[in-house]
């Protein structure tokens, strides 16, 4: 079997579309022939997304300025795509924004909110308004979390609890959906980020010392890694993956 094009005549949304590992996710569905619409709160990084998607691939990109902490302009987003392209096929929600680096006892109820609203409300948002077109077709849901929640990082309680909670909805969606045969999974990655790259080159001891601890010996690459585990998780073959979390972490979170 080949898995060259999985995604022609798919429609992908793609929440946080302006960051640097969504883009890396939007590469690798565009690559295999999916048409992607971008949301963020900026238009900045999506302008440059889009640009390189269209330039690259050839593929048709639809960016829209959205707040998804905001329901009443995710539900305009949603219809959007509805009048745009007639269908949705994947939901990925990538979208958070917290205040990384306080202890939880330094972090004001605005730092939670931030973290709260950005990721777990965005997300609740686009499942319930996307719901009506994803039942149309069958489609998939990939939500992001992060391995800072399942293990409990220190300095990022406001943004694991955000993605706890992702997680949580994420299984009560693939409970309540699978009658529909949509299936709702979760990826926790690991990723090499401009920022982290920069950190690294500033940091190279403490950077040396952390890719040590990865089983594999090295960060994850945006669209090849990332990209790779959410179009399996996207396409026929995972039909029967529903409610999972994959980690996506050279090994960083094995657990029995």
């Known amino acids: 079997m080949t898995n060259q094009n999985r995604m022609d005549g798919k429609v992908v949304v793609l929440t946080g579309g302006g960051g640097g590992i969504a883009r890396g996710v939007a590469r690798a569905f565009a690559r295999e022939g999916a048409k992607l619409v971008l949301t963020d709160i900026s238009p900045v990084g999506m302008e440059r997304t889009q640009q390189e998607l269209e330039s690259a691939f050839g593929t048709e990109v639809l960016s829209l300025v959205v707040d998804g902490a905001q329901e009443d302009q995710v539900q305009v987003a949603v219809e959007q795509v509805r009048s745009h392209f007639g269908r949705l096929d994947v939901l990925i929600n990538s979208a958070q924004t917290s205040a990384s680096g306080l202890l939880l006892v330094e972090h004001t109820k605005e730092d939670f909110d931030l973290a709260i609203y950005s990721g777990l409300y965005s997300t609740f948002f686009f499942l319930k308004h996307a719901f009506p077109l994803l039942k149309e077709s069958a489609g998939s849901v990939i939500n992001f979390a992060s391995g800072a929640g399942i293990s409990g990082n220190p300095g990022q309680s406001s943004y694991a609890a955000a993605k706890e909670g992702i997680r949580g909805l994420s299984r009560v969606a693939a409970h309540e959906w699978g009658v529909y045969n949509i299936n709702v999974n979760v990826v926790a990655p ?15 001891e403490m950077f040396e010392k952390n890719i040590q601890a990865i089983p594999l010996g090295r ?6 890694d990332i990209g790779g585990v959410c179009l399996f998780l996207a396409s026929e073959d ?8 994959i980690q996506i972490q050279g090994g960083l979170g094995m657990r029995p």
Do not use: I, S
């Not at 960060?219 to 090849?224: I, M």
């Not at 995972?238 to 979390?245: E, F, I, L, R, S």
């Open 219 to 224: 960060y994850g690459d945006a669209e090849k």
């Open 190 to 204: 690991l990723v090499m980020t401009d920022r982290l790259a920069d950190w690294g080159r500033e940091n190279p």
């Open 238 to 245: 995972a039909k029967y993956v529903t409610g999972d979390t």
